[in-house]
């Protein structure tokens, strides 16, 4: 049982030091036995870096732009029939190479690379970033890397496996993360295992793919297409290759400085590979994430993976911002994923609204505020917010290849609204923001509401409480609240607009216009007399 003991309560914002009999443990201190008791689960959460953090993804290709010396000196890697555009030439869809077998957009490149992205390391932790994730880079033929030659070499386009672990050493340096995407489903017809397999029956990579006349195309490919051959993941030695052992694919980056593995069609590799490919990657090194693409309902898939891709909690939000689904029954839906998954995987889910593979957010939504909203929901919602590079400045593009342009370095600009209102929801979620640790690791509190989302994060610290209210009608809503916290009492006050909405009893009566969402924290004065969180903390 905790003792009593007399102790000085620092109450943080509210500069306001007292003594009074609290309950301690050690050298903590504590204003309720529900603090005791709640404020261990915060710490370990709050401890593992893969709770809450916030993902910026790149396509190495087209992030950094090379300089016209950096280009003249690798032209020969891009050997027709490969073209090599200008940053300025925006991806259009082409046609079909009957002669290499790929669409002509898969083999058009701007010229990225590993070091022309370190050039841009402190733009992306300036961002607020906590881990940078990278599409494919391994050996493969397209710009695309999802028909890996070799998973252990790098694509020469982009560098070396050296310039991985120095990228990795520049990110630490940042306080940041490094995550690498793991296509190991299937490989690329170019690949020598393939090839070897094909023209040799006896040869040993003979049973790393699914080979034999039962195919249409003498082989298993992913989806059927012929350029994405599948791998055996049931054969020992495919996963010796990939996962199993010191020097695998998964256990070798992880060793040389990576921190982690974004996975791709991780609901085709399955729960029972997933869950020993995982353990591998945690004994290479200790903390590390395993991220899934798995677009189904994320309950059962954790722990085989340490989080998945939120694809489900995404499709809420559009079917939400696009009129199609209430506020309320998102909110019971929103519920209801966390009730079945746990909310502890949910905190290390990627939550997209956008990415490689779908159009980008300002052109799936057209509307300003639905992406507003969308973005906002993003940030505060469970979960690790994943940002598409150049989201945060307005970039547009529609299906594949258009969505994959790159960056837009133009328009990071003041002028811009859409940085400026990314930056804002950033600054709002990055570690440096005290309060941002109810968005990062708090529980998650559904608020009962007729017309609107509503929904709460809280920590054990009543100054942390965040409550969010969205309106995605096209009225103006007035609604009477309950506040589920015990703690808080006095107003509540808008990040976005300063607006102050006073509540008691813990209930409040707020009207919000119409397709707008409240991101509320209690008001905190500082320097006062009284205060009535003086014996809370």
Avoid at 2 to 31: E, K, N
Avoid at 490 to 511: C, H, P, W, Y
Wanted: glycine fraction near 8%; hydrophobic fraction near 40%.
């Amino acid at each position: 049982m905790p003792s009593l003991r007399p102790a000085a309560l620092f109450l943080g914002a509210a500069t306001l030091a007292m003594t009074y009999p609290i309950y301690a443990q050690g050298d903590r201190y504590y204003a309720s036995i529900h603090d005791l008791q709640r404020e261990p689960i915060f710490e370990a959460r709050e401890a593992d870096w893969r709770n809450g953090a916030l993902i910026y993804q790149v396509i190495v290709d087209r992030f950094g732009p090379p300089t016209e010396e950096e280009l003249a000196a690798k032209r020969d890697l891009y050997p027709a029939p490969k073209r090599l555009l200008s940053w300025d030439q925006p991806p259009t869809r082409g046609t079909y190479n009957r002669d290499v077998e790929v669409w002509s957009h898969e083999i058009d490149f701007w010229g990225g690379d590993l070091n022309t992205l370190s050039r841009h390391l402190d733009y992306v932790h300036e961002l607020g970033v906590d881990v940078l994730y990278l599409n494919p880079i391994h050996q493969a033929y397209t710009n695309h890397k999802y028909d890996a030659q070799d998973y252990k070499e790098v694509s020469a386009e982009y560098g070396t496996r050296q310039d991985v672990f120095d990228l990795a050493a520049d990110v630490h340096e940042r306080d940041m993360k490094l995550v690498l995407d793991g296509v190991f489903n299937h490989m690329g017809r170019t690949s020598p295992y393939f090839q070897e397999a094909m023209t040799d029956p006896q040869s040993p990579y003979r049973d790393w793919f699914y080979v034999g006349d039962d195919y249409r195309m003498g082989y298993r490919g992913w989806v059927n297409v012929a350029n994405l051959p599948e791998l055996n993941l049931e054969n020992p030695l495919v996963q010796d290759y990939v996962f199993a052992t010191s020097d695998s694919v998964v256990q070798g980056y992880l060793r040389g400085g990576v921190d982690g593995w974004r996975l791709d069609v991780a609901f085709d590799i399955g729960p029972a590979i997933l869950d020993d490919l995982t353990r591998a990657a945690h004994t290479a090194r200790p903390g590390s994430v395993v991220i899934g693409e798995i677009w189904n309902y994320p309950e059962e898939w954790i722990p085989a993976v340490d989080g998945v891709m939120n694809m489900h909690l995404r499709q809420i939000l559009l079917e939400l911002v696009q009129g199609h689904v209430s506020g309320p029954r998102a909110g019971r839906m929103v519920q209801t994923m966390i009730d079945d998954t746990g909310l502890e995987g949910i905190l290390k889910s990627w939550l997209i609204l956008d990415n490689h593979d779908t159009q980008r957010l300002k052109t799936a939504l057209p509307e300003t505020w639905q992406q507003r909203m969308a973005q906002t929901l993003q940030m505060t919602l469970p979960g690790a917010p994943c940002i598409y590079y150049g989201v945060e400045v307005g970039m547009t593009g529609g299906d594949d290849p258009e969505q994959r342009g790159p960056m837009r370095w133009d328009l990071v600009s003041d002028d811009n609204e859409d940085y400026v209102f990314a930056r804002q929801l950033l600054d709002l979620r990055a570690r440096t923001n005290p309060r941002s640790r109810s968005l990062r690791v708090g529980d998650f509190r559904l608020l009962d509401s007729d017309k609107l989302l509503a929904f709460m994060r809280r920590t054990d610290r009543v100054a942390e409480t965040c409550i969010v209210i969205a309106n995605p009608t096209n009225k103006r809503v007035t609604e009477f609240l309950q506040i589920r916290e015990s703690k808080l009492l006095g107003s509540l006050v808008d990040v976005f607009t300063g607006k102050e909405i006073g509540q008691m009893a813990n209930t409040v009566r707020v009207t919000i216009p119409a397709q707008t969402t409240y991101v509320l924290f209690p008001k905190i004065d500082e320097g006062i007399e009284y205060s009535p969180y003086m014996r809370v903390r």
